[in-house]
């Protein structure tokens, strides 16, 4: 019996200790499907006419996120414009009165108090910032259970033409494979997953998200391979793809699908070739 009251003791401390940790306790959760995939070929010829290099790139994302509604309904945390870039003709004039006062405090207390004289109302900072509360869901990912689950792949072949002196040209052709299975224990490829975000806007009924990219995957070389390279990064050159204002195909469907083009690039280890990426990314999320 004693052995149970303490179980249940401890039940109840992870629990608490659980709880006081999530800062979202409470908030709507959900799952974010992630597919993504990419490729890109590229090849550069070597002033001496003789040597070249060329990369073919296969790379694909596979992911399920664990997301949380972090909140601040009034602005969109994924959006293609700046919050606060569309003020009402009011807004403007207050805008420019204030900036005119500078650093007076008076003068901004009396412009204050007669905006709000004139019956304009409302929050001032929320219009003077664009929110509109109540309109935007934002989620972020869910950093108090498990993240992402899933895989990241790299499918590459490099070839060409190279001159090793004092020995004559020769070609080669290598494979560059390699994949990363989610969750991982190292916490800052953890910590880089979990800046995934996503904003619903329930006007317009569309979703807007941003995409952690820049993940390093470790890769296994073919036998005929002449660099060293254990681990690449699955698109060079960016940290997120962004997608914006997406329709959801019908109320509370958040499903969808868009071309990419040029997202970051792969490149050959020897640094001399480097291909643009390509592709499609296709996405559902599902409350639980």
Not at 14 to 25: G, I, K, Q, T, V
Not at 106 to 119: Q, T
Not at 137 to 142: C, I, L, P, V, Y
Not at 246 to 259: F, I
Request: glycine share 12%.
């Amino acid at each position: 019996m004693r052995f149970a009251v303490v179980s249940a003791g401890l039940f109840l401390l992870s629990a608490n200790l659980a709880a006081a940790n999530d800062p979202f306790e409470g908030n709507s959760r959900g799952r974010l499907t992630v597919r993504l995939e990419l490729a890109g070929s590229q090849r550069a010829d070597m002033p001496n006419g003789v040597e070249w290099a060329a990369i073919d790139a296969k790379r694909e994302m596979a992911v399920e996120f664990g997301m949380v509604d972090v909140g601040n309904d009034g602005l969109p945390i994924v959006s293609a414009k700046p919050a606060g870039s569309e003020l009402s003709p009011e807004m403007r004039g207050l805008k420019g009165r204030i900036d005119a006062c500078g650093g007076d405090q008076a003068c901004l207390a009396h412009v204050m108090m007669e905006f709000a004289a004139a019956g304009n109302g409302g929050n001032v900072f929320q219009q003077m910032t664009g929110q509109q509360p109540g309109r935007f869901q934002n989620f972020a990912g869910d950093r108090t259970g498990t993240c992402a689950r899933g895989i990241l792949t790299v499918v590459d072949t490099l070839s060409g033409v190279y001159i090793p002196p004092p020995e004559a040209a020769r070609p080669y052709r290598f494979s560059r494979n390699g994949s990363r299975n989610l969750p991982v224990a190292d916490e800052r490829l953890t910590d880089t997953l979990c800046r995934v975000e996503m904003t619903i806007d329930k006007a317009a009924n569309t979703m807007s998200l941003r995409l952690p990219v820049s993940l390093p995957v470790g890769v296994t070389l073919g036998v005929e391979a002449f660099t060293d390279e254990k681990t690449l990064s699955l698109v060079e050159g960016e940290q997120f793809l962004t997608v914006y204002d997406q329709p959801s195909g019908r109320p509370g469907a958040w499903s969808g699908s868009v071309e990419i083009k040029g997202l970051g690039s792969a490149s050959h280890n020897s640094g001399q070739v480097s291909a643009p990426l390509h592709g499609r990314i296709v996405w559902s999320f599902a409350a639980d």
